[in-house]
């Protein structure tokens, strides 16, 4: 058989059928190669390299997570937001390629040591000891979706960037002749005659009509809409659901309390007065006055006046005294004793031992409940990470939540609400995660898009997996519903129309010619004073804040309106009171700070501009639409 198959091979019609074979499978097999030859993938070109889309689209996933956190519950994206939010992490990824030519350009580098001295001193990054954490490590690096060589680059371009900005940045320097007449702009103050007409104080208007009614609603839908709302299953992985996996045996607990020992062990503690004097005759008097009974009072009077001081430094530890002699005759000492004068760089010292608090050790007996806690919490901890692992990769293998739910013994709550977590009903909506875990949950829940497939990140000590099964859109809730409602809406914004034609009114009778004193009266209204005052709204007093900015900007004798918190304002200008900018060379220096420190700014935006228009950056449009999922 197998020799009449070698035959049938050798001859002409098996020979065509087999080249027929292998077209088909190189055009059908490598497809997309085929499709995509000649096609640009990159979302960007920044000189000779690329911005490939997982990247792009991994950089924007990242910057829509850090507005969410900035804005909580107020941040709903849309399509818009999604878009502009590609564009902004797009662009900056332009600027680190940008950055990273222009660098080789000039053979600047980044040594492999100070990138890693600039992460050690990343603050976010120290375990509880204060060192860096290898953990925090790892878990900011899954918070951000970054690999530790993707991080490690980003802070190699940062170190670049530090060297190119801080030479363009040494070149600015603020001119003298800008500085004075910045100050006397700043510290202006103007004076003005005002006249609040509040919104409360206007009359009842004529009731409404239901379909006046119905039109206001439909005019103002944000405000009588209700909210989208999301169906959400959440998938959630902590330690105590781990906990009953964990057992801690007493070897575990006896070597933790050996290894931890210090974090048992309260060192003895003193609560110290000392004064410290210029010359050793006058610490010598204040120890006898303090061994005679004076109190602390008396003894600070009498250090003043030899020019020193002295104060009740408080409860301190052994290691919190810095200076070796003093500390040790504090701690040699007894309660109620005063130390002889001890010298150092900062005069003559005195000390009293106010009250000792002694050290206190606790043994492991005393300890072990709480060391079998800590150790049973850590141990879930680590076994959690682990689970989530291979969570995340039944999920990728195409697993949906409740498979792997019930496959790892896992939690799984379906809840629909909006995004301050309120149900349909108005109620807040049950979710398996603590109160203080709440908000940053609903966060995720509103960040994440319908139909992307569900995977695990880390959410304080717990793992989460989100799956969005329905979007609700915002609608506009029933008339009959909302009418009490609606009808105070509409009288308040009848007020506030009325009150707005009495303003404007107002404005104009003093520009036709009228005194602010002859329109008012006229209208029934009051006049007050105000001023002088400054720019800042913070320092206004009674003054509407609404008011400041627009009669900044007025002319002695010119007259303006704008809307306030209670109604509506008008203003006339009455006085300016200049300032003489030469009266304060303090206030110079620092206005000529201020300056100098917006130049650096601009000078740096300017270089990165430059550098950008040099390194031919070309941006695929079609593709960008791919980073928002388009």
């Known amino acids: ?29 490598i497809e997309d190669i085929v499709r ?26 990242r910057e829509m997570a850090r507005i969410a956190r900035q804005l909580g519950n107020r941040f709903e994206p849309n399509e818009d937001i999604r878009r502009a939010v590609a564009a902004t992490a797009l662009e900056r990824l332009i600027a ?74 040494s070149g600015a320097a603020a001119p003298q002749a800008m500085s004075g007449p910045l100050l006397a702009w700043a510290f202006e103050r103007r004076s003005a005659e005002v006249v609040q007409i509040a919104r409360a104080a206007m009359p009842e208007p004529e009731a409404p009509t239901e379909a006046q009614l119905r039109r206001f609603q439909e005019n103002n839908a944000p405000r009588f809409s209700a909210p989208e709302y999301r169906e959400a299953a959440v998938l959630v992985l902590n330690a105590e659901t781990l906990a009953s996996e964990v057992q801690v045996d007493d070897a575990a607990l006896q070597a933790a309390y050996d290894a931890r020992r210090a974090q048992f062990d309260t060192p003895e503690k003193r609560i110290i007065y000392q004064a410290v004097v210029p010359q050793e005759a006058q610490a010598r008097a204040i120890a006898e006055a303090w061994r005679g009974g004076a109190d602390l009072a008396a003894i600070e009077a009498q250090a003043r006046a030899d020019d020193g001081g002295a104060a009740d430094l408080g409860p301190l530890e052994r290691s919190q005294m810095p200076h070796a002699a003093v500390r040790d005759a504090a701690f040699a000492a007894p309660q109620g004793g005063v130390t002889d004068p001890i010298q150092s760089p900062f005069g003559w010292h005195v000390i009293r031992v106010e009250r000792i608090e002694p050290a206190v050790t606790r043994t492991f007996e005393q300890v072990r409940d709480q060391l079998r806690q800590e150790l049973a919490h850590e141990r879930a901890l680590d076994l959690a990470y682990e689970r989530a692992n291979r969570v995340e990769d039944a999920l990728a293998g195409g697993a949906g ?42 966060r995720a829940i509103f960040a994440a898009r319908p139909g992307d497939p569900p995977r695990m990140s880390e959410m304080g000590d717990a793992f989460v997996a989100i799956e969005i099964r329905q979007v609700i859109a915002p609608a506009l809730r029933p008339f009959e519903a909302v009418e009490s409602a609606v009808r105070d809406a509409w009288v308040v914004d009848a007020r506030r129309r009325e009150a707005e034609e009495r303003a404007a009114a107002l404005m104009a009778a003093v520009r036709g010619g009228k005194t602010m004193e002859e329109a008012a009266t006229e209208a029934g209204l009051t006049v007050q004073a105000f001023g002088p005052f400054s720019r800042d709204p913070a320092l206004a007093g009674e003054l509407p804040r609404e008011l400041v900015a627009p009669i900044f900007e007025l002319k002695v004798g010119e007259v303006t309106m704008a809307p306030t918190q209670a109604g509506f304002a008008v203003a006339r200008l009455t006085a300016i009171t200049p300032f003489d900018a030469t009266s304060d060379e303090a206030a ?21 501009r430059a550098i950008r228009d040099r390194a031919n950056v070309r941006i695929n449009s079609q593709v960008l639409d791919q980073v928002t999922g388009r």
């Open 588 to 608: 110079i220096g620092r206005v000529r700070a201020e300056v100098e420190q917006q130049m650096q700014d601009e000078l740096e935006e300017q270089f990165a």
């Open 96 to 169: 680190q390629y940008a950055l990273r030519n222009e660098a080789n350009h000039l053979g600047l580098a980044a040594p492999a040591p100070v990138v890693r001295d600039a992460v050690f001193a990343i603050p976010g990054l120290r375990g509880a000891d204060g060192s860096f954490s290898r953990l925090v490590f790892d878990s900011f690096l899954r918070n951000n979706d970054l690999s530790e060589a993707q991080f490690l680059r980003v802070m190699s371009d940062e170190v670049l960037r530090e060297q190119l900005s801080g030479a363009i940045r």
């Open 1 to 29: 058989m197998l020799t009449a198959m070698r035959r049938l091979a050798g001859t002409w019609p098996a020979r065509l059928l087999f080249l027929l074979l292998l077209a088909s499978f190189l055009v059908w097999g």
């Open 401 to 442: 939540l409740a498979e792997a739910a019930e496959r790892f013994g896992l939690t799984l709550a379906t809840a629909t609400l909006s995004a301050t977590g309120q149900d349909q009903e108005g109620q807040p909506a049950t979710l398996p995660v603590p109160e203080a875990q709440r908000p940053e949950l609903l």
């Open 36 to 61: 995509n030859f000649g096609r640009d993938t990159a979302v960007a070109r920044v000189g000779d390299e690329s911005i490939e889309l997982p990247e792009a689209q991994a950089a924007a996933r």
